[in-house]
């Protein structure tokens, strides 16, 4: 069955561990008075879009916050390989409660800035009922991102199709010096927002992982490797992740 966008039920699904082993306990860290995980709360609650958002914790910490702030919360294992694994449980969880979606989204919780509208273009790609897996991208800009291992780089087809992600600079542009490239070609960043069809994430969950993830160590590899298509869409907006401690020292300096 196909659904207009009207129509669609929507998740968003805010994965968070305690137990971060570069920054334990982020999800409670607090910006100017507010918890990362509510700030990420907020922002997702914006997107009219979602039907629902709910946090999927491991701790009782973190679900004791979020329920003292109003948000919707579930407990789920604490043996998860992946997000998109906590993502699983959570619509089983959900579907046991009487809850239903056609769509679900994956929602970094320690991006306490994403824009509501990255959450809506990325839900606008299923109009089309050929999209199972959808997510974002962006422009690269700067040599540095593009020679950082930390940016994951993206390269697509003609119809925004996900050819493959690595950590390394792709595509290599032969005969070219590399403080040249980015003015030569558009190379693009993945931004890690996805949504998928509640059908299909069912499906992800049960795959094995493959070489190719674990040589570069990112999970929508797998995907790519056993045959799911993942679409992207451009978006102008940048993230903010927080990982270490020192990245929410400086977030806290200039907001």
């Not at 700067?142 to 950082?148: H, I, R």
């Not at 119809?159 to 693009?188: C, M, N, V």
């Amino acid at each position: 069955m196909v659904f207009s966008e009207n129509q669609m039920r929507v998740v968003g699904i805010i994965p968070a561990r305690f137990a971060s082993t570069r920054f334990p306990g982020k999800p409670l860290a607090l910006i100017n008075g507010i918890s990362m995980i509510e700030r990420v709360y907020q922002q997702a609650s914006a997107c009219k879009e979602l039907t629902s958002v709910v946090v999927a914790t491991d701790d009782q910490r973190i679900f004791d916050h979020v329920t003292g702030f109003g948000g919707m919360v579930v407990m789920t294992a604490v043996s998860h390989r992946s997000g998109t694994d906590r993502l699983g449980e959570t619509i089983k969880i959900l579907s046991e409660e009487g809850s239903s979606y056609e769509i679900a989204v994956n929602i970094q919780g320690d991006e306490p800035f994403i824009k509501p509208e990255q959450i809506s273009a990325v839900i606008s790609l299923f109009r089309k009922p050929e999209i199972a897996i959808a997510t974002l991208i962006k422009k690269i800009e700067s040599g540095s991102d593009l020679f950082n291992s930390n940016v994951v780089k993206v390269v697509t087809d003609a119809s925004g199709k996900a050819l493959l992600f690595s950590r390394s600079p792709i595509p290599h542009f032969r005969g070219l010096p590399e403080d040249q490239w980015t003015g030569h070609y558009p190379y693009y960043k993945h931004i890690g927002i996805y949504a998928y069809r509640t059908g299909t994430l069912e499906e992800l969950v049960q795959l094995s992982s493959a070489s190719l993830e674990e040589t570069e160590s990112l999970e929508q590899l797998r995907w790519l490797w056993n045959g799911y298509q993942i679409f992207t869409e451009v978006t102008e907006f940048e993230t903010t992740g927080i990982d270490t401690p020192d990245d929410l020292s400086k977030l806290t300096n200039i907001i």
